[in-house]
């Protein structure tokens, strides 16, 4: 089956965070079991030629090119809005990984205009809005594709809510509840040397990470060799971290190294002792995933989407605010704590959110889109 993946941006910075790993991890998962999945995606801060490649995936990126104040929404392409229609037409299924920008919803478009069967996956993305740029792209083409497509993904009931609430009276035929999977990394050596806890999202207000910044005090009191790592690319909370850094007097022990590679990330995350990431109002955090599938225990707040299961689980702790952090990442410091915890994490992962029960359920998705269009 020939699958063409969707997504707003791949940057050396990966500023768009999870959808862009959610694509290539799939991606992936599909040419190891003989499928054609391709991805089309923006992309910035690389030198011309464009790569043809992401991580193994065939690519076709086209330059992202700024044509309105809106964040990533504002990001475009002439090139991609040009050759939308011939790319989708190439594919049996078109997978988009739906936001209201205009990458996705011109690609969603295409592929509605062309016949071809589209699956769409918001991540949290597409919800109720008041902004009036929301609001017009909404009437104009949001509504209509979640309306065409042949399936429509959804990670947790709240974020079905919500697309239902977008959509309006006509509400979803073709919802399907899918989680966020990650590949089954072997496993390795527990990390060794001091405490090392470790913060790897985007820099923004709603992930809140001066909050660990905040926790790193009290677990230096007990710890006073550990060390803290804010990695990510900034979205406006750097010169805050930073900040408080300073007024802390935590400089020696906190280092924000920035955006980090794949390769740099997977490292990071094998030598964290605790993994935290304290953001609100989480849908489903692909690198709290990806830490526990290493065996990293993870601290996140209770509105985060994996908290339930992290809590059934033990595979960390689960903390209603700031002030828990410090208590949860020190319960976690714990020698038969963490190991306790290590465990249940890598069992989660692979119990739960392992690729092959992903793809086993998209597989069958994509198969009844493909039967449908072909009726």
Known sequence: MRVLHAVTLHSTTHAFGGPVRVALNL?????????????????????????????????????????LPLGFSGLTSPSLLAGAHRLVRWADVVHVHLARDLVTLPVAL?????????????HGMVDP??????????????RRVLRGAAAVLHLTPHELRDLHAVVGGAGLDRAVHLVNGVPAPPEGPAPQGPPRILYAARLQARKRPVDLVDAAPAILARHPEATFVVAGPDEGELAAVRRRIDELGVAGKVSCPGPLTGTRMAEELRRAHVYVLPSVDEPFPMSVLEAMAVGTPVVVTGSNGLARDVDRAGAGRVVTGPDGIAPAVLDLLEPSVRRSASAAARKLTAEVFSMDAVLGTLLDVYERAYAGSQA
């Open 129 to 142: 809005s008041e902004r009036l740029s929301a609001r017009l792209l909404d009437a104009v083409a949001v």
């Open 110 to 122: 295409a592929a509605l205009r062309a016949g071809r069967p589209l699956v769409l996956q918001t």
């Open 27 to 67: 991606s992936q998962g599909l040419r190891e079991r003989g499928h054609d999945a391709r991805l089309t995606a923006l992309a910035d801060g690389f030198q011309r030629p464009l790569p043809e490649e992401v991580e193994g995936v065939p690519a076709r990126l086209h330059q992202a090119c700024r044509v």
